[in-house]
C-alpha cells in the first residue's frame, strides 16, 4: 500500500545508546519530516528535508541528525540517547502544498 | 513567531451533538491552514486545508472549518458528532519554508 513506513515500531533504549529510525515512502515525495509528539506539546518539527541530499533543522534539532541519501528514505539518528528523548516520533511526506501523509508512528522509551 | 493555538484541551460533547473546536493563528500573511485527527495509537490524518478561496471549507467525514481573517481563526465544526469521532484533533499552519506549525491538540471525548 502506497505511504509512508516508520521502522521499528517500538523500542526501548538506554542512556547513551545510539539508534536510527527508518522513514519510507512510496509516493515519489519531495519533502520528508521528523516531527516529535509530547504530551500537551502537540508535534514539533525535528529536522525536515526538501529533496534528496538536503536537511534542514527543525524547531528541535537538538540531539538529532538525519540524512536523506534516497528520495524515498529519511533517517533520524540519535547518537547518544538522553532520557529527555523518550517520545513519540512521526514521520511525514508531502508534495510542495504542504499535505503532510504521516506515518503510524515509533514509539521510544529511554531509560 | 508564529504560532497555533488550540485553547481547548479536553472537549466532551453528547453524540448527536454539534461541535466546534478552535484554533487561533498568529501571522499577518494569508496562511495556509490545515486540521488532522489521530485516533489512539496512530498517525494524523488530514481532515481539511484551507489555502485561498471560499472561507468555508468541506473535509472528510463531515467535518468543515471556516476561515476568519479579521479573528486569526480557523475553528473546525461537525453539525452532529458520532462515537467514532472521539479523538485527538491539531490544528496546523503552514507556511514557514514548507513546514507546519501544529497546535497542542484538543481531545475530544463522545458521550453515548
Known amino acids: 500500500n502506497a505511504g509512508v513506513t516508520q521502522t521499528p515500531k517500538f523500542r526501548v533504549l538506554k542512556t547513551g545508546q545510539s539508534m536510527t529510525l527508518l522513514c519510507a515512502q512510496d509516493?515519489?515525495?519531495?519533502?520528508m519530516y521528523w516531527y516529535r509528539q509530547d504530551p500537551g506539546m502537540g508535534l514539533r518539527l525535528i529536522h525536515y528535508s526538501v529533496g534528496e541530499g538536503t536537511t534542514a533543522k527543525g524547531e528541535v534539532p537538538d540531539g538529532y541528525n538525519v540524512s536523506r541519501l534516497k528520495k524515498q528514505n529519511f533517517l533520524l539518528g540519535l547518537e547518544s540517547a538522553a532520557p529527555s528523548q523518550t517520545s513519540v516520533y512521526f514521520c511525514?511526506?508531502?508534495?510542495?502544498?504542504?499535505?503532510?501523509?504521516f506515518g503510524q508512528g515509533t514509539r521510544l522509551t529511554v531509560v | 513567531a508564529q504560532s497555533v493555538t488550540q485553547p481547548d484541551i479536553h472537549i466532551t460533547v453528547s453524540e448527536g451533538a454539534s461541535l466546534e473546536l478552535r484554533c487561533n493563528y498568529s501571522?499577518?500573511?494569508?496562511?495556509?491552514l490545515f486540521w488532522y485527527v489521530q485516533s489512539p495509537g496512530q498517525g494524523l490524518q488530514l481532515l481539511l486545508k484551507y489555502f485561498s478561496g471560499d472561507t468555508l471549507v468541506q473535509g472528510i467525514k463531515g467535518f468543515e472549518a471556516e476561515f476568519k481573517r479579521s479573528q486569526s481563526s480557523f475553528n473546525l465544526r461537525k453539525p452532529s458528532v458520532h462515537w467514532s469521532d472521539a479523538a485527538e484533533y491539531f490544528c496546523a499552519w503552514g507556511g514557514g519554508g514548507n513546514k507546519l506549525t501544529f497546535g497542542t491538540g484538543t481531545q475530544l471525548k463522545v458521550e453515548l
Open positions: 509516493m515519489n515525495h519531495e519533502y
Open positions: 511525514a511526506s508531502s508534495y510542495s502544498n504542504l499535505v503532510g501523509i
Open positions: 501571522y499577518g500573511a494569508t496562511p495556509y
